[in-house]
């Protein structure tokens, strides 16, 4: 349990450093739904990855 929450934790702050830099808006809400989705096997990322993708392309207005 506890390499598990080692590892939510890295993959939050991954992901809030690498949104922080791409320039995401709400990259810190962004980070903590990665870290609490990463729970979910399978399913759980690539929820993140779809979401996280539309709210960029909405952003971003590119691919």
Not at 29 to 46: D, E, N
């Amino acid at each position: 349990m506890f390499t598990l929450l080692l590892t939510n934790i890295l993959l939050g702050l991954l992901t809030w450093l690498t949104f922080h830099l791409i320039g995401l808006d709400n990259a810190g809400a962004w980070a903590v739904g990665a870290g609490l989705m990463h729970v979910i096997p399978y399913i759980g990322p690539v929820f993140t990855a779809l979401a996280t993708g539309m709210a960029a392309f909405i952003q971003f207005d590119s691919v």
